[in-house]
């Protein structure tokens, strides 16, 4: 099969992971059996093309769902309080998903600038980051969704609400270093690509003010002591300011940061 082909079976697969409403070891081998097949598909376009995916929407869309897929699965295997909260991670890798499949998939220029082993570890910690928070988003939503007549069917065999705040503001901090090591690593990336290593371009800006975002709800969780269901509230917040950031700023600025330069 060709990385097409794999990449919509994977697909299939990350919707067959709605199983963990009922049968959640089920859910996590679908969910494990599709990023085995997307990390197929990427490997195969990595191959065909030359280069990693990183110079086309589709390409950022198609690393990123497996990224996220990734890192979800591997906490899901290691720790078994995010088993029930599987559902909350669903909307975002169906908004990916359906998105992915509406992109362009021809190939991409891959830039001069884009050559360099700082664009790896860059990425790198950068799906992480987003991984890593998504994971926190999860946990997190479980107090919150609790709060509603369905949420509290959906998670009874859930561990109590405590217990969740406390993983979801684990998994938050080290999302944080991620994303601090992202933005150092893309300062000096910029260093060697552009000659500065911070303008202020709208994404840099974004990136930071995501960043200032997730630092204020790691301050507030210790010192304010929010319910858990306001925590999971800000930490959803902060998730979709990084999505934004991650899939909305870099495609509609006309800084140097646009797609691929």
Do not use: C
């Amino acid at each position: 099969m060709d990385d097409g082909q794999l990449l919509r079976g994977a697909l299939g697969l990350y919707a067959g992971t709605a199983a963990g409403l009922r049968w959640p070891r089920l859910a996590g081998a679908t969910l494990t059996a599709a990023v085995a097949l997307h990390t197929a598909a990427l490997a195969g376009r990595w191959q065909a093309h030359g280069h990693g995916p990183f110079t086309t929407m589709h390409e950022i869309l198609s690393s990123n769902l497996w990224s996220l897929a990734l890192v979800f699965a591997v906490a899901w295997w290691t720790v078994r309080e995010l088993r029930p909260a599987l559902v909350n991670a669903l909307p975002v890798w169906a908004v990916l998903g359906a998105w992915l499949l509406m992109a362009n998939p021809a190939p991409g220029h891959f830039p001069p600038t884009y050559a360099t082993p700082l664009l790896y570890l860059h990425t790198l910690v950068g799906k992480l980051f987003l991984g890593l928070l998504l994971v926190a988003v999860a946990l997190g939503g479980v107090p919150l969704l609790r709060r509603s007549g369905r949420g509290t069917g959906v998670f009874a065999a859930a561990p109590d609400d405590r217990r969740l705040d406390e993983l979801a503001h684990r998994f938050s901090a080290f999302a944080f270093v991620a994303q601090t090591l992202m933005l150092i690593v893309g300062a000096v990336w910029a260093q060697d690509a552009w000659g500065r290593y911070w303008a202020w371009d709208p994404l840099e800006s974004w990136a930071f003010v995501t960043w200032l975002a997730l630092a204020a709800t790691l301050h507030g969780r210790v010192t304010l002591r929010p319910s858990p269901a306001l925590h999971g509230a800000w930490l959803a917040g902060v998730f979709v300011l990084a999505f934004l950031t991650f899939f909305g700023v870099p495609f509609v600025s006309t800084a140097p940061h646009k797609g691929a330069v």
